[in-house]
């Protein structure tokens, strides 16, 4: 399985921007995928997560209102619509993905494929 991130890039404050994570060599209909971000200095933190299998998704409390993740199975692509951006938001966006999860009820765990991540810079 291969993730690949798209859709970073340097935006204003209060701007929107979308990042993309494309999977490709599925070998299993109950694939979880999940964004983290990591800024400088700081520890990854679990932003989203999503079931291809069934829909059910979680946001963390830090983002809720803000940002929604969403898929199109057709694609094998999942998004995460990231709106009034901040300046605290810049950092490096990871999406990381599972061939187990059914069901999401909160942020998806022990995820064993990651893609390389890409950069998300806020700044006026």
């Known amino acids: 399985l291969q993730l690949v991130e798209s859709g970073g890039g340097l935006v204003q404050p209060g701007e929107s921007l979308r990042v993309s994570c494309a999977a490709s060599?599925?070998?299993?209909?109950?694939?979880?995928v999940a964004w983290f971000r990591q800024a400088p200095g700081k520890e990854r933190e679990g932003v989203a997560c999503?079931?291809?299998?069934?829909?059910?998704?979680y946001v963390a409390g830090s983002v809720k209102g803000r940002f929604t993740v969403s898929r199109d199975n057709a694609r094998n692509t999942v998004y995460l619509q990231m709106n009034n951006l901040a300046p605290e938001d810049t950092a490096v966006y990871l999406c990381?993905?599972?061939?187990?999860?059914?069901?999401?009820?909160?942020?998806?765990?022990?995820?064993?494929?990651w893609g390389q991540g890409i950069q998300v810079t806020v700044s006026s």
């Open positions: 990381a993905a599972d061939e187990a999860i059914i069901s999401v009820g909160g942020m998806c765990s022990n995820l064993d494929y």
């Open positions: 999503i079931s291809m299998y069934d829909g059910s998704s």
């Open positions: 060599g599925l070998r299993s209909d109950y694939l979880g």
